[in-house]
Every structure is written in structure tokens, then in C-alpha cells.
């Protein structure tokens, strides 16, 4: 069975950091990409991170010098480390696979990436 284990959420204050964790299972971690999503306004797609299976890493404007992200292939897991948390990075955090290269970087740039196995999903509540 495929899946995507999310955790690491919660509620924090503005300029505090957390670190999300995906754990994959059923799969081959070392031959996907992978990506962080959250939900942005009027409920759209928005990438904070691409993580490619080769080892690219790239992050959404919003988010760039404040977050990071890596994978642990040994441990099956992705992370996002987010720093200096901001009230608009209140969302749903969700991560994705999706075999190396199936979709080009400008699909998951646009969250077109509807064949991707897809994790539940964790909670993140920024507040002054």
C-alpha cells in the first residue's frame, strides 16, 4: 500500500520554526521526486518546495531564505525545516510523490501534478 505520512504540524507563534516529516512507504523513495504543497488563498494549489529524486531543491517565492527542505532516502522521509513562521503560512501542509521526471518542473510549479500520490496532509497555525 502506498502512503505518505505527514506530522510535524501545529500552532506557533510568528518568528518560530517547525519541521514538517513525510515518510513514504509502498514505494521507491530513491526513484521519486517529491514536493511540499500547501493550500493557498481562495483555496488554490501553492508549492512551497520541489524535491527531485536527483537531488534538485527548489522553493516557492514565498518561502525562499525562510524554509528548507531535504530528504533522508535511509529513512524514507522528506522534511521541511520553516524558520521566522509568518501569519500567512497558516495552512494545510501537504507532501506529494511522483516518479523522477514524470512531471517537469513547471507542473509542480503549478500543482498540475494529478497523478501524484498524495499524503493527508498536517496542520500549521502561525499567530502573533
Known amino acids: 500500500e502506498v502512503r505518505l505520512m505527514t506530522s510535524g504540524g501545529g500552532s506557533v507563534q510568528a518568528g518560530d520554526s517547525l519541521t514538517l516529516s513525510c515518510t513514504a512507504s509502498?514505494?521507491?523513495?530513491?526513484?521519486?521526486?517529491m514536493g511540499w504543497f500547501r493550500r493557498g488563498p481562495e483555496n488554490t494549489g501553492e508549492l512551497v518546495s520541489f524535491v527531485g529524486g536527483d537531488g534538485v531543491i527548489s522553493y516557492g517565492d514565498s518561502v525562499k531564505g525562510r524554509f528548507t527542505a531535504s530528504r533522508g532516502d535511509a529513512k524514507n522521509t522528506m522534511y521541511l525545516r520553516m524558520d521566522s513562521l509568518k501569519l500567512d503560512d497558516t495552512s494545510l501542509y501537504i507532501c506529494?510523490?511522483?516518479?523522477?521526471?514524470?512531471?517537469?518542473?513547471?507542473?509542480?510549479?503549478?500543482?498540475?501534478?494529478?497523478?501524484?500520490?498524495w499524503g493527508q496532509g498536517t496542520n500549521v497555525t502561525v499567530s502573533s
Open positions: 509502498g514505494f521507491t523513495f530513491d526513484d521519486h521526486d
Open positions: 506529494a510523490a511522483s516518479p523522477t521526471n514524470y512531471y517537469a518542473d513547471f507542473e509542480w510549479r503549478l500543482c498540475a501534478v494529478p497523478s501524484a500520490k
